[in-house]
C-alpha cells in the first residue's frame, strides 16, 4: 500500500471514530487535517515525517478552529449577571 492509501483509512478512522463518540467536533477535524495529509502524500507521491507532521498540525488546529467558530451559539456560555457564584 501507499503512504496516503494509509492516511486515508486511519482519515475513514478519525471519522467513524467521531460519529461514535460525541466530542464536539475534534476527531472531525483530525480527520479532515489527516485527508490533508493524504493529498500531500499523493501529490509529492512520497511520505516525510516532518512535512507530514507539520501539514497535519497546522492544518487540525485551522480547521477546528473554523469548525468551532462556525458552529458556535449565542448560548453556549452563558455569563453570570452579577459576581455571586451562589445564584438563588
Known sequence: ???YQITVL??????LFELMIPTA???IGFSSATLLVA?????NNDFVFNRD???FTFGSCLII????????R?????????DDVNQY
Do not use: C, H
Open 1 to 3: 500500500m501507499e503512504p
Open 10 to 15: 486511519v482519515a475513514i478512522g478519525l471519522a
Open 39 to 43: 493529498l500531500v502524500q499523493y501529490l
Open 74 to 82: 449565542k448560548t453556549d456560555q452563558i455569563k453570570l449577571k452579577t
Open 53 to 55: 507532521l507539520l501539514t
Open 25 to 27: 467536533f475534534i476527531f
Open 65 to 72: 478552529y473554523v469548525i468551532r467558530k462556525s458552529v458556535k
